[in-house]
Nanobody
Framework: QVQLVESGGGLVQAGDSLRLSCAASGRTSSRYAMGWFRQAPGKEREFVAGISWNGGNTGYADSVKGRFTISRDNARNTVSLQMNSLKPEDTAVYYC????????????????????WGQGTQVTVSS
């Protein structure tokens, strides 16, 4: 079992930056791919960014590519999402998630592949 806790959300203006963090505890000795997802009111949860366990493989949704950067520190059991040039359409609850089944070098993009989820952190971008 893995527990995930997100932090770093808040209210910012368009063009600002935020850095989200996700701290993992519990069975962190296993190898987990990690992902960031977001869900806006009335919309489905969507993939934002993913990173493999070894950190060598990362990927992003087209809507955030070039603005967001995912990273991880396995020694500290943390994963981060640096968000730059924020837009009002980035407003959502952001969740981090861990996937036990992908091995060391890949990460999934679909919600159902992830085994553990955090409680989410609200990001609101005003225009």
């Amino acid at each position: 079992q893995v527990q995930l806790v997100e932090s770093g959300g808040g209210l910012v203006q368009a063009g600002d930056s935020l850095r989200l963090s996700c701290a993992a505890s519990g069975r962190t000795s296993s190898r987990y791919a990690m992902g960031w997802f977001r869900q806006a009111p009335g919309k489905e949860r969507e993939f934002v960014a993913g990173i493999s366990w070894n950190g060598g493989n990362t990927g992003y949704a087209d809507s955030v590519k070039g603005r967001f950067t995912i990273s991880r520190d396995n020694a500290r059991n943390t994963v981060s999402l640096q968000m730059n040039s924020l837009k009002p359409e980035d407003t959502a609850v952001y969740y981090c998630a861990a996937d036990h089944g992908s091995g060391s070098y890949v990460y999934p993009r679909d919600v159902v592949s992830y085994d553990y989820w955090g409680q989410g952190t609200q990001v609101t971008v005003s225009s």
